[in-house]
């Protein structure tokens, strides 16, 4: 199984900027071996799919909502995704958690257990 543990949220004006971290505790896989996804929650919304990475960091896909303003990537040697979120919007507003995914492509679900994620709040 994986471990997830999100960092990084917090409040953060319309515009402003946060970079969150996901370090991945792994006994059955190794890190370097699957691509990795965040995922959001918003108030009151299902989870939905945000971006991907591949296992190399070497490609990525974004949700049209996010596109051209978050960055995934990875870090092989740290066993750490991030998730880069500049020129945020109210409508970012959620707990963003990140996963295992089947594959580099966006995903409707993680494959492990969810994390307890991080909250990012977007203020006016």
């Known amino acids: 199984q994986v471990q997830w543990v999100e960092s990084g949220g917090g409040l953060v004006q319309a515009g402003g900027s946060l970079r969150l971290s996901c370090v991945a505790s792994?006994?059955?896989?190794?890190?370097?071996?699957?691509?990795m996804g965040w995922f959001r929650q918003a108030p009151g919304k299902d989870r939905e799919f945000v971006a991907v990475?591949?296992?190399?960091?070497?490609?990525?896909y974004y949700s049209d909502s996010v596109k051209g303003r978050f960055t995934i990537s990875k870090d092989n040697t740290k066993n750490t995704a991030y998730l880069q979120m500049n020129n945020l919007k109210l409508e970012d507003t959620a707990v963003y958690y990140c996963?295992?995914?089947?594959?580099?492509?966006?995903?409707?679900?993680?494959?492990?257990?969810w994390g307890k994620g991080t909250l990012v709040t977007v203020s006016s």
């Open positions: 792994t006994s059955g896989r190794t890190f370097s071996s699957f691509p």
């Open positions: 996963n295992r995914v089947a594959a580099a492509v966006p995903a409707r679900d993680g494959e492990e257990a």
């Open positions: 990475v591949s296992r190399g960091n070497v490609s990525a």
